[in-house]
C-alpha cells in the first residue's frame, strides 16, 4: 500500500482583491506536468500520473479545510495529454462553498495571481477523512440531502464547489486510488484503476440547481 501520511505538497499562496473582498489563491509550486483534465458527452475527465494523483489528494484535502481559499491546479498547460483528440482542455479549482466565489470573476483574479507568491507546505496527516460509514452514503442519496459539490465551467476552469462534508464525502475514493493502485496493477497491468466524484445534484432529488455529473479520475494509462 503506498501511504499518504506525511505525503507534503509544495504550493505557492498570493493574495488579491476584487470589488473589495480578498481571495487567496493557492497553486503548486512547480508546474504540473503528468495530469490533465477536459469535458466529453460522459462529463469531466481528469487522468492523473501517480505522483499527480498523491498531490490531487492534498489539494482536495486543503480544499475542505481552508474555507477562506481558491486551490487552484494549472492543468491547461501542462502537456501531458491522455484524453480525447481536440477535447478541451481546463483548469481545476477547488473552493469551499462559504467563499461565496463567483466564477465568472475567476479570470480577473488568475491575472492578478499567475506568478510569484509565499512558499507554503502542506502535509498530510495519518487520517486524511473521518471514517464513513454506509449511513452516510446512503443518506447522500436522500431527497432531503443538501451537501453536493457544486459543479461549473468558466474562463477554461471547472470549479468544484462545496461544503466540507461535501468534500469528505468523496475524499476516502481519492485516497484508495492512490493507496491500494500500486498492490492491483503489479498483478493486473493493464487494469483499469478510478475514482468516480459525484458533482451536482441527483435527479431524483427535490432541488434542481446543478445538473448531476461524475468526475471521473482516471490514474493515467501512460505515466504510472
Not at 20 to 37: H, I, Q
Not at 64 to 78: E, F, Q
Not at 118 to 131: D, G, M
Not at 132 to 145: G, P, V
Request: proline share 6%; net charge positive.
Amino acid at each position: 500500500m503506498s501511504r499518504l501520511s506525511g505525503h507534503t505538497w509544495r504550493t505557492t499562496i498570493r493574495t488579491t482583491t476584487l470589488d473589495g473582498r480578498s481571495y487567496r489563491v493557492v497553486r503548486p509550486s512547480k508546474p504540473v506536468s503528468t495530469a490533465s483534465l477536459h469535458e466529453n458527452a460522459l462529463g469531466p475527465q481528469l487522468s492523473v500520473h501517480q505522483d499527480a494523483a498523491r498531490d490531487l489528494v492534498a489539494a482536495w484535502w486543503l480544499a475542505a479545510r481552508s474555507p477562506h481559499s481558491l486551490i487552484h491546479l494549472p492543468l491547461r498547460t501542462s502537456g501531458h495529454v491522455d484524453g480525447e483528440t481536440g477535447a478541451r482542455p481546463l483548469d481545476l479549482v477547488l473552493l469551499h462553498h462559504s467563499l461565496g466565489f463567483r466564477p465568472a470573476d475567476w479570470k480577473t483574479i488568475r491575472a492578478r495571481t499567475g506568478t510569484g507568491g509565499s512558499a507554503h507546505t502542506v502535509e498530510l496527516p495519518e487520517q486524511l477523512f473521518p471514517t464513513l460509514t454506509r449511513e452516510h452514503y446512503d443518506a447522500a442519496h436522500h431527497r432531503e440531502h443538501l451537501d453536493d459539490l457544486h459543479w461549473t465551467i468558466a474562463a477554461d476552469t471547472l470549479f468544484v464547489t462545496g461544503s466540507r462534508a461535501a468534500f469528505e464525502l468523496d475524499g476516502p475514493q481519492l485516497r484508495d486510488l492512490v493507496e491500494k493502485s500500486p498492490a492491483f496493477l503489479a498483478t493486473r497491468p493493464d487494469g483499469h484503476r478510478c475514482a468516480e466524484l459525484s458533482l451536482g445534484t441527483w435527479r431524483f432529488q427535490r432541488r434542481n440547481r446543478n445538473p448531476f455529473t461524475y468526475l471521473h479520475v482516471q490514474l493515467c494509462e501512460t505515466h504510472r
